[in-house]
């Protein structure tokens, strides 16, 4: 019997390695450059084992066949497609869009990850819906309410930077940024004010840690689901960690139930709760596991993502005076000495905008974009894309080729101010129509709190100012997470 079933389980491995040995000449094939593969786990080795981020990774390859349109690379079995030329890019994400409008699935069926039924992992139809609903959250008016509720917060941030300047010699920028940005999101999303509930605050914070930075089993249990997506829906087995679930399905509840007599407020509560009404047509009809979602990837789409960045400016700024001079310049002339920093006058500061630009040129948010061919697709004689086929992007390496920003490592945003700008290849927040909805969010938040900490500070590398710096390469979509912080001197400004 021991025989038969060992003899069982040598037949089951010779298969498998039959049937990965031909899986793995799938590029081969069609005459399509790429990296070797390795049995079982692909190209992804050095994901798997969280050597590289994603990105890094890619960025080997994309030097490497830099004068290839595109490579095929193995998403461990799972032929995937890596774009190049820059027309090509444009075809997929803008031009032929419509052959391309969704992203890999990042999630099963079960009730857990419901947590990411939201706008980035919606399909075709379906998503095309909701984005139009979600819009109205980031229409002008409610660009001019967002403005007024960081002008009521700013108070409580200068004074946050201000003890840390007097007990300490340096500032640890993204700490600061981090419960900022937390309470104007939690405000505009939700009107509530999360700083007044430090318990709620602080698990709230937890939560889109964990997300942004999750323990390496976390990482592997997500890159394995890629990879058995079967084998995860019919076993029930979710991609995602219960906790997301367990937290945000009572905090929905919580905020939907403090609805239901008020129909005063204007914010992402109010939409969900007015699309869950009776009579709406399906495409627009909310249930109860999708608004989970939105309230849980608005929070973690919208945190993170911006004060990453604002705090990576502010680094910037500390590494090179002149510029941050002449950013104070442009503050200084548009303020005109009072102290209120308005949805107008930030409107004003294009120089600001060229330094948020190049500071997500050089970090940018996603450095691999994703998108999956919904319809066949030819690119030319030689390759057709099957339906369904995942196609990467390289983001981060085309912002960093000097074939398409002179001068990469510089620190340049006049680049972002001149018509030149190769805008077509700048991917900060995504290309085309899937480009990220909270972008305008991302850039108001942003540009007040630069403005107003540029006019009351003048900002420093101090000892444990990192350059260059050391990236996480344990996250799941933010890759340009500093693994010890963003450190910098800041001084009084004397008027």
């Known amino acids: 019997m021991l025989g038969l079933i060992t003899s069982l389980i040598c037949l089951v491995f010779?298969?498998?390695?039959?049937?990965?040995?031909?899986?793995?000449?799938?590029?081969?094939?069609?005459?399509?450059?790429?990296?070797?593969?390795?049995?079982?786990?692909g190209n992804m080795k050095h994901i798997i084992s969280l050597k590289f981020s994603e990105p890094d990774m890619m960025n080997g390859w994309y030097k490497e066949y830099k004068n290839e349109p595109y490579i095929g690379y193995y998403n461990f079995w799972k032929p995937t497609l890596f774009v190049i030329d820059p027309e090509l890019i444009k075809a997929i994400t803008e031009t032929d869009f419509n052959h391309f409008t969704d992203h890999p699935n990042f999630t099963t069926e079960t009730e857990t990850d419901a947590i990411l039924d939201s706008l980035f992992d919606m399909k075709?139809?379906?998503?095309?819906?909701?984005?139009?609903?979600?819009?109205?959250?980031?229409?002008?008016?409610?660009?001019?309410?967002?403005?007024?509720?960081?002008?009521?917060?700013?108070?409580?941030?200068?004074?946050?930077?201000?003890?840390?300047?007097?007990s300490k010699d340096e500032v640890e920028l993204m700490g600061i940024m981090e419960r900022h940005i937390l309470k104007i999101l939690t405000s505009f999303m939700y009107s509530i004010d999360s700083s007044q509930n430090r318990e709620r605050h602080s698990k709230l914070s937890e939560l889109s840690e964990i997300f942004a930075r999750p323990p390496g089993s976390s990482v592997r249990r997500f890159l394995f689901f890629i990879v058995f997506p079967s084998l995860y829906q019919k076993l029930r087995i979710s991609a995602f960690p219960s906790i997301f679930w367990n937290y945000f399905s009572n905090f929905t509840n919580e905020l939907l139930h403090s609805r239901n007599d008020k129909g005063d407020r204007d914010d992402l509560v109010a939409l969900i709760a007015k699309m869950q009404k009776e009579g709406l047509l399906e495409s627009e009809r909310i249930e109860y596991n999708e608004a989970v979602g939105h309230v849980f990837s608005f929070l973690i789409?919208?945190?993170?993502?911006?004060?990453?960045?604002?705090?990576?400016?502010?680094?910037?700024?500390?590494?090179?005076?002149?510029?941050?001079?002449?950013?104070?310049t442009e503050v200084d002339s548009v303020l005109k000495g009072k102290d209120t920093v308005t949805y107008d006058s930030i409107r004003q500061m294009n120089y600001l905008d060229g330094v948020i630009n190049e500071t997500l040129r050089l970090y940018p948010l996603l450095g691999i974009l994703k998108r999956t061919?919904?319809?066949?697709?030819?690119?030319?004689?030689?390759?057709?894309?099957?339906?369904?086929?995942?196609?990467?992007?390289?983001a981060y390496s085309i912002h960093t080729d000097p074939e398409y920003f002179p001068e990469p490592d510089k620190f340049l945003p006049e680049?972002?101010?001149?018509?030149?700008t190769p805008s077509a290849l700048f991917m900060s927040f995504g290309k085309g129509p899937r480009l990220c909805i909270g972008k305008r969010f991302a850039y108001i938040s942003m540009k007040t709190v630069i403005a107003k900490i540029i006019s009351e500070y003048i900002i420093l590398p101090g000892t444990k100012t990192r350059n260059p710096l050391v990236f996480d390469t344990r996250t799941f979509f933010i890759t340009v997470h500093p693994i010890d912080g963003l450190h910098v001197r800041i001084q009084k400004r004397m008027k």
């Open 14 to 41: 010779v298969a498998a390695y039959i049937f990965l040995k031909r899986r793995y000449t799938y590029w081969k094939m069609l005459g399509v450059a790429g990296p070797e593969p390795t049995m079982v786990v």
């Open 373 to 394: 061919c919904t319809q066949t697709y030819k690119i030319n004689d030689k390759l057709t894309i099957p339906k369904g086929m995942d196609i990467s992007i390289p």
């Open 301 to 328: 789409a919208g945190h993170h993502t911006t004060m990453t960045t604002l705090s990576h400016v502010i680094y910037q700024l500390s590494l090179h005076p002149q510029i941050q001079e002449k950013l104070r």
């Open 415 to 420: 680049r972002f101010t001149e018509e030149k």
């Open 124 to 166: 075709g139809a379906r998503w095309k819906a909701k984005r139009q609903i979600f819009s109205k959250l980031f229409s002008p008016k409610k660009q001019r309410e967002l403005s007024n509720i960081l002008e009521e917060h700013h108070d409580s941030l200068l004074v946050e930077v201000e003890e840390q300047r007097k």
